[in-house]
């Protein structure tokens, strides 16, 4: 080879050279535009080798979103696996194995994963199997991550709040609407009461001392009647001074004596902003044991057994039974 030829090739060594830094430069600033860009949206970009587990994380440390530091989790499916939440655990892994196993044409799934700190995080995990061998086994997958942790956590206060009483906190009549449909058609199912609870003279307090005061009265009885309702039972305002508690028995013996106990327990005082209330109760009771009456009559007939209640001097209990139809 003559100096002339090795002269060129020298200067073409030096042209690739040059160029393959110049594409490294051009690669190394699309990715970090395409992070940049990623991290904007929250959405972190992985890829998995099906055959031996591993993972890759393009965009972000492999466990960052959980809150590890780098290294301190293996990049793989089974490290993945062991942070997903137990009550998620089962419908995660059968749809990503559904995909795998071309029951899907994609693996899409909102679930938690647990945090470093012990908390959980939610995720919105998407992917899809990108090549596979000549016989259709999958080889790779790509898909992302979203912490979609806040998001979830408005959409599950709000549909908390949509079941309960904004200011005790108790179930609302939807709510317990929901519980007595899942009483009457249980297996278990043998009957059950309404406890209508009307606080006697309770619009003298609001005229009196104000809806402040008046409001943080309610508040403590609502406390004092979910101390003492049985567990089995559901605690519920209607607004205004109403309770419902809804019990899964129709004994009138028991349903009497849980009548008294909160008659009893309301001849205490009960101390708001320096002042002390004694709080009457007009309580009625419906009984039900067959699956025809619809919760409004029933409803209906605890309102009446309540009135019974005031007329016959209020703080009492009477007890009404809706008859089954025949």
Same mark, same amino acid.
């Given at each position: 080879?003559?100096?002339?030829?090795?002269?060129?090739?020298?200067?073409?060594?030096?042209?690739?050279?040059?160029?393959?830094?110049?594409?490294?430069?051009?690669?190394?600033?699309?990715?970090?535009?395409?992070?940049?860009?990623?991290?904007?949206?929250?959405?972190?970009?992985?890829?998995?080798?099906?055959?031996?587990?591993?993972?890759?994380?393009?965009?972000?440390?492999?466990?960052?979103?959980?809150?590890?530091?780098?290294?301190?989790?293996?990049?793989?499916?089974?490290?993945?696996?062991?942070?997903?939440?137990?009550?998620?655990?089962?419908?995660?892994?059968?749809?990503?194995?559904?995909?795998?196993?071309?029951?899907?044409?994609?693996?899409?799934?909102?679930?938690?994963?647990?945090?470093?700190?012990?908390?959980?995080?939610?995720?919105?995990?998407?992917?899809?199997?990108?090549?596979?061998?000549?016989?259709?086994?999958?080889?790779?997958?790509?898909?992302?991550?979203?912490?979609?942790?806040? +998001? @979830?956590?408005? /959409?599950?206060?709000?549909?908390?709040?949509? #079941?309960?009483?904004?200011?005790? *906190?108790? !179930?609302?009549?939807?709510?317990?609407?929901?519980?007595?449909?899942?009483?009457?058609?249980?297996?278990?199912?043998?009957?059950?009461?309404?406890?209508?609870?009307?606080?006697?003279?309770?619009?003298?307090?609001?005229?009196?001392?104000?809806?402040?005061?008046?409001?943080?009265?309610?508040?403590?009885?609502?406390?004092?009647?979910?101390?003492?309702?049985?567990?089995?039972?559901?605690?519920?305002?209607?607004?205004?001074?109403?309770?419902?508690?809804?019990?899964?028995?129709?004994?009138?013996?028991?349903?009497?004596?849980?009548?008294?106990?909160?008659?009893?327990?309301?001849?205490?005082?009960?101390?708001?902003?320096?002042?002390?209330?004694?709080?009457?109760?007009?309580?009625?009771?419906?009984?039900?044991?067959?699956?025809?009456?619809?919760?409004?009559?029933?409803? +209906? @007939?605890?309102? /009446?057994?309540?009135?019974?209640?005031?007329? #016959?001097?209020?703080?009492?209990? *009477?007890? !009404?039974?809706?008859?089954?139809?025949?």
């Amino acid at each position: 080879m003559n100096k002339s030829n090795l002269s060129q090739i020298n200067t073409e060594f030096a042209q690739l050279k040059f160029e393959n830094e110049q594409l490294k430069n051009a690669n190394k600033l699309l990715s970090e535009k395409l992070a940049a860009a990623l991290d904007g949206t929250g959405l972190v970009i992985w890829e998995q080798d099906v055959p031996t587990g591993k993972l890759t994380v393009y965009n972000q440390t492999f466990g960052s979103m959980c809150g590890y530091q780098p290294h301190e989790l293996e990049a793989t499916v089974e490290s993945w696996e062991n942070n997903l939440h137990p009550d998620d655990k089962e419908f995660v892994l059968a749809a990503f194995n559904d995909h795998l196993n071309g029951k899907s044409l994609r693996y899409e799934v909102e679930h938690r994963m647990l945090h470093k700190e012990g908390a959980y995080t939610w995720v919105s995990d998407i992917g899809r199997v990108i090549e596979v061998d000549d016989e259709g086994n999958p080889l790779r997958m790509m898909g992302t991550h979203e912490n979609i942790t806040t +998001e @979830k956590e408005y /959409e599950l206060s709000l549909a908390k709040y949509a #079941n309960l009483d904004p200011l005790t *906190s108790l !179930l609302n009549r939807k709510a317990l609407y929901h519980s007595f449909k899942l009483l009457t058609q249980s297996s278990r199912y043998d009957g059950g009461a309404f406890l209508f609870i009307d606080l006697d003279d309770f619009k003298k307090v609001n005229d009196q001392y104000g809806h402040k005061v008046g409001d943080k009265l309610l508040l403590c009885i609502a406390q004092l009647l979910s101390s003492l309702a049985p567990k089995s039972t559901k605690v519920a305002r209607f607004g205004g001074d109403e309770f419902i508690i809804l019990c899964d028995t129709s004994n009138k013996k028991v349903l009497t004596m849980l009548a008294h106990t909160l008659l009893s327990a309301f001849e205490k005082e009960i101390p708001i902003d320096g002042i002390s209330f004694i709080v009457g109760l007009s309580i009625g009771v419906c009984c039900f044991s067959g699956t025809e009456a619809s919760f409004d009559q029933i409803y +209906e @007939k605890a309102d /009446e057994a309540m009135y019974q209640s005031k007329n #016959n001097g209020k703080n009492n209990c *009477s007890i !009404l039974e809706i008859e089954p139809i025949t």
